[in-house]
């Protein structure tokens, strides 16, 4: 048996699969075509909108919100702090039987008066922490912006081949028809016949994949929102950008705002306080002054004044008694000054140290961060220069294309072209509309790519044409 003998069972076989893949593709025609009919449109402006509400968003907020609250305790732990404090002792004496019942009573303040004083470090330390939280909290919010809109031009642009599709479907499933139609009249031989049955099965997955891909594109979207989307339509069009602004102007905006350069300074401010925090630990001495004035002498409480200040730590205090022993001394006044000086003290020379080796370190860091920013706007201003390149030229193939149509208009209805001709040219033009629309979010995020290279929070709002 030869090849030739299976050619009648080919042709039986294609003639009754015929039937079944047209009812197949019209049904999957007209469930897409519902479901876009009922679609509800959804602009980009909504989606930005929605975006301060997302839990990303939401999270870095907190981080900043515990940054400030970290700098309020810091600053309060350096302001006044006043106490109170009492007892009752009691003394009995076995011989006699007497005894005595003393209360006692006092208050104290403390502050940290001095500019070294821990709880002032802890007050810069905290200051900046909370400039690189801000600072990372706009990178997050950058980068959620872009996001949000590289995920909206790709559910966008995944409706648009979804769109293709449909019409290459129906062109597909009229060129079967029509071959199939030739075979009956035997002007159209069966590898005609299978060629076209391919190209429409083909025409089917290419829709269902197109369709799958816009609700895995709307999911992601949804997903960055945390918020559900079903059935919309996605109508913010992209624009074309222009010329992106000077160069160095950009990388010197970039130096200013990008996330990871301030917090390089930040971290770099760090590293020199704590140089001379270390260096301030070990060159002054421990030194306390203390004054005392009252009723210090006897054996009862007496009422006393006194306040201390340590010179080292930046802390003074104060203590008040009010004197409820009954005290009868005469009141004087007691003066005391106590210094200690560490002649030798490796460890506090090893902190020195460290604390210089990580100044360097932190030095080197900045310049690296300052290298990847002007490195990263260079790359992102090429990319939109190189992104806006083709624009003219894709908009040129979508003029011929509606003027391919239009020819093929005037031939049908001049009787010279059919209905297929036109839907050919048709699909063509959707398709050129296609790669012109691709070609304009490709300009349009590659700006975004550039103002977060620099950044700079995208505008919420929806782009002007």
């Known amino acids: 048996m030869n090849a030739s003998q299976f050619q009648p069972v080919r042709t039986a076989l294609a003639r009754r699969r015929a039937p079944a893949l047209l009812g197949l593709s019209l049904a999957l025609l007209a469930a897409t075509a519902s479901a876009q009919a009922a679609a509800t449109p ?28 970290n700098l309020e305790a810091a600053r309060a732990r ?15 004496t076995f011989s006699d039987g007497s005894g005595s019942l003393t209360p006692t009573l006092g208050a104290s303040a403390s502050a940290n008066v001095l500019p070294w004083s821990s709880a002032q470090d802890s007050v810069r ?35 648009f081949d979804r769109s293709v ?58 997903n960055t929102l945390g918020v559900a989307l079903t059935n919309v339509a996605f109508s913010t069009a992209p624009q074309d950008p222009g ?13 200013k705002n990008r996330s990871d350069v301030i917090s390089a300074q930040q971290a770099l401010a760090s590293a020199q306080s704590e140089l001379e925090a270390a260096r301030r630990n070990r060159a002054l001495p421990a030194l306390t002054a203390s004054v005392q004035y009252g009723q210090l002498g ?26 409820l022993g009954g005290s009868t001394s005469a009141a004087s006044l007691a003066l005391s000054l106590s210094a200690s000086f560490n002649l030798i003290d490796p460890a506090a020379e090893a902190d020195i140290q460290s604390a210089q080796t990580n100044l360097q370190a932190a030095e080197i860091a900045l ?14 201003h ?81 782009p002007q044409p």
């Open 125 to 159: 330390a905290a200051e900046r922490s909370l400039r690189t939280a801000e600072a990372q909290n706009n990178a997050t919010r950058a980068n959620l912006v872009l996001s949000a809109q590289q995920q909206y031009f790709a559910a966008r642009l995944a409706s």
């Open 298 to 323: 006897g054996n009862a409480s007496g009422t006393s004044l006194g306040g201390s200040l340590n010179f080292k730590t930046g802390a003074a205090s104060a203590t008040f008694n009010p004197g």
């Open 78 to 92: 350096v302001g006044l702090t006043v106490g109170l404090s009492g007892g009752l002792s009691s003394s009995t």
């Open 243 to 255: 010329e992106p602004a000077d160069l160095n102007a950009l990388i010197a905006s970039a130096l």
């Open 165 to 222: 599709a449909q019409r290459t479907l129906e062109l597909r499933q009229r060129q079967l028809a029509a071959a199939n139609a030739q075979r009956e009249l035997g002007n159209a031989s069966q590898q005609t016949v299978l060629e076209r049955t391919a190209d429409f099965q083909e025409a089917q997955s290419t829709l269902a994949k197109a369709q799958q891909t816009l609700q895995q594109n709307t999911f992601a979207l949804a």
């Open 367 to 380: 310049g690296l961060a300052r290298q990847g920013a002007e490195l990263a706007v260079r790359q992102q």
């Open 42 to 69: 959804l602009s980009l402006q909504q989606v930005l909108a929605q975006l301060p509400r997302s839990p990303q968003w939401q999270q870095s907020e907190l981080t900043l919100e515990k940054a400030r609250r």
């Open 382 to 462: 090429a990319a939109l220069r190189s992104a806006r390149a083709p624009l003219e030229a894709v908009r040129s193939s979508v003029a011929a294309a509606q003027a391919a149509l239009d020819a093929v208009n005037a031939r049908f209805a001049a009787g010279s072209a059919t209905q297929t001709d036109v839907l050919a040219a048709e699909v063509n033009l959707l398709s050129a509309q296609r790669n012109y629309e691709q070609a304009l979010e490709t300009a349009q995020l590659a700006l975004h790519a550039l103002q977060n290279a620099q950044g700079l929070i995208p505008s919420l709002r929806e």
